[in-house]
């Protein structure tokens, strides 16, 4: 084994029995080798200092691009990591069927969030598209299963570990955050839900086992999917059955059925408020014709719900006062929104904006707003009523003169 520099040069120092021309010799020696050394030092370090920030930098982008990190988790060294989905709604669109999709009547609640989501009755059929590729975490599945016809959200893929604790969904050990990855009532998370229901009407223990929901782990098989309803407690998904066969689905789930009569021609203008949706059209009943009512029948709209005076004057390429009737509301913001029928259009009929506060009582009416309107052009118009966002009424209206 080699000697170390160090000795080396005790060794030169004590060879006092060395002559002077080997002694020069030596120094010489040690001293090249002193030089190839530092040579090679500088060479060396500044190249492996290189490779390993590159080799971190390299893992953290990676890291970052396909994992939400939370670094804030108090007590925890290691990092804790997420599932998210940015790109599922939680609500369906209205869509105008297309020829190789076909359409569905849905009555169980088991997908409700709060507005009886996807039951036929109330938003119109099911538009299902039968081509399952690309099929992503999110999706609505129509299959079937034990000889019945089911509806499920992809939450498991092939390949993944799936696992409740306490009401939160995990795949592969990794929280679900999102939308459909924890228990919910009514569209509501437990703390939410509590909150904000009456304890009277409800069974506290009961919905406190319900939001506590856990499975244990369940593997994803190749060629299955793990799929969960919404609403957990009132339908039937994975959990009850495992993993689905994909051969089993039907197809997606894409939104409601359009009515023909009632697609926004030209989509919503920019500037409406953001709580009025294209669906709302579907709601009108065009057979639900305005009539006169009140006090020398001075009112045109739904008696004890809302009316309007001056609706029956002649409006046309004109503005013309209008007072809004209102019962059952006190203090709101009353927003209105018209609709055309022939030309599938929306427009803002009040002069001076969507939306108006409502004044006190007039006329036996709860509420009334007085505002300045313009009708742009004859025929059937349905005038949505929307009070603090949320679908009051509609009028239906013949407007030609």
Same mark, same amino acid.
């Given at each position: ?75 925890n060294s290691d990092y804790t990591k997420e599932i998210v ?67 499920g959200r992809i939450v498991g893929l092939p390949g993944e ?61 190749? /060629?299955?999917?793990?799929?969960? !309803?919404?609403?957990?407690?009132? @339908?039937? =998904? ?6 689905? *066969? +994909? ?104 002069? /001076?904006?969507?939306?108006?506060? !409502?004044?006190?009582?007039?006329? @036996?009416? =709860? ?6 309107? *313009? +009708? ?26």
């Open positions: 084994m080699g000697k170390s520099l160090n000795e080396k040069l005790r060794q030169l120092n004590d060879a006092s029995k060395l002559s002077e021309k080997s002694k020069a010799k030596m120094k010489n020696a040690i001293s090249s080798e002193i030089q190839m050394r530092q040579k090679r030092r500088r060479k060396f370090s500044p190249k492996v200092i290189g490779i390993i920030v590159t080799m971190f930098v390299l893992g953290l982008t990676y890291t970052l691009l396909n994992d939400k990190i939370d670094l804030t988790s108090p007590g989905d940015h790109h599922t709604p939680e609500k369906l669109p209205t869509v105008v069927p297309e020829e190789d999709s076909f359409t569905i009547e849905w009555l169980s609640d088991s997908m409700d969030r709060g507005e009886h989501d996807l039951e036929t009755n109330v938003h119109g059929r099911l538009v299902v598209f039968p081509i399952l590729n690309p099929m992503d975490r999110g999706d609505i599945l129509y299959y079937e299963m034990d000889g019945e016809r089911q509806i570990t799936v696992e409740i604790r306490n009401g939160q969904v995990y795949i592969d050990d990794k929280k679900l955050n999102t939308f459909y990855g924890v228990a919910t009532n009514r569209g509501m998370e437990k703390e939410e839900y509590f909150e904000k229901m009456d304890e009277r009407n409800m069974n506290r223990q009961s919905m406190e086992e319900y939001f506590d929901t856990s499975l244990a782990p369940v593997y994803v098989e190749e /060629d299955t999917l793990f799929v969960l !309803v919404d609403a957990w407690w009132r @339908g039937s =998904d994975s959990r009850t059955y495992g993993p689905i *066969q +994909i051969e089993h689905i039907q197809g997606k789930v894409v939104g409601y059925e359009a009515d023909s009569r009632e697609v926004v021609q030209d989509g919503l203008p920019n500037n409406i408020p953001s709580f009025v949706q294209e669906i709302d059209m579907q709601k009108i009943d065009w057979e639900r014709k305005a009539v006169r009512f009140g006090d020398r029948g001075i009112l045109l709209g739904n008696e004890n719900k809302s009316g309007i005076i001056g609706a029956d004057e002649p409006n046309l390429n004109a503005t013309r006062k209008w007072m809004w009737h209102l019962w059952g509301i006190e203090q709101a913001d009353l927003t209105v929104v018209g609709y055309h029928r022939e030309t599938k259009t929306v427009h803002q009929i009040i002069t /001076d904006g969507w939306t108006k506060e !409502v004044a006190g009582k007039v006329n @036996g009416a =709860d509420a009334h707003v007085p505002s300045n309107v *313009q +009708i742009p052009m004859a025929g059937e118009w349905a005038m949505l009523l929307y009070t603090d966002g949320e679908l009051f009424d509609i009028l239906v209206l013949d407007i030609n003169k």
